[in-house]
């Protein structure tokens, strides 16, 4: 539970007395590689820290293919926050890529200390800032203006997360059919 502290913290400090209720309400979770944690269609009704593996964040085309939009790595907050926000269905699925052990903090209750510790707010309004405006808009700008190429480029930059995934994982988060993820490698030579 200290890294899950940790991370709270490096948003915003919150108090012992915050970090004690908040982890009433926590619980650590396991899950399989391939195991879904929240399905398309379901009410989400927690939040999730990942202590370790590596979640997937996908929807499914007309044709039934899987769309990654977005890869949660170790010390990441995740959840399908717009369907908690609106108390409706989520749109996407969360699914375990590896093994992986999470943080589970059901939304209601976390919601309740929210509004009880004012630093718990101070935390949730910074983390939003950051990742649902700050790191958001690049990567829906990037998406319409980059090409996959540019994309993959970004991709394979970040080795850590790059090689814990699965090529047919690639080429879905770039938009791109297998065989033109093998052309795009070839071209770049890698």
């Not at 369907?83 to 969360?94: G, L, R, T, V, W």
């Not at 991709?155 to 997360?161: D, F, G, I, P, T």
Request: hydrophobic share 35%; with cysteine.
């Amino acid at each position: 539970m200290q890294d899950f502290l940790q991370q709270i913290n490096s948003y915003y400090p919150v108090s012992e007395e915050t970090q004690q209720a908040l982890l009433q309400v926590c619980k650590t979770v396991h899950y399989s590689k391939n195991e879904l944690i929240l399905r398309a269609g379901d009410l989400a009704k927690y939040y999730y820290f990942v202590q370790k593996g590596l979640l997937g964040y996908y929807n499914l085309d007309e044709a039934g293919n899987t769309i990654y939009k977005i890869f949660f790595e170790e010390q990441s907050f995740v959840a399908s926050t717009s369907a908690i926000i609106e108390n409706k269905p989520s749109d996407f699925s969360i699914i375990a890529l590896e093994d992986t052990t999470l943080i589970s903090y059901p939304a209601k209750e976390f919601r309740a200390l929210v509004h009880q510790y004012h630093d718990l707010a101070l935390f949730q309004i910074s983390y939003l800032e950051q990742n649902w405006v700050v790191k958001k808009e690049p990567l829906e700008i990037n998406l319409k203006w980059e090409s996959a190429k540019q994309r993959y480029i970004k991709l394979v930059e970040n080795q850590k997360l790059y090689n814990r995934l699965k090529q047919h994982q690639i080429a879905s988060y770039l938009g791109v059919t297998p065989t033109q993820l093998s052309r795009i490698r070839k071209e770049l030579n890698f």
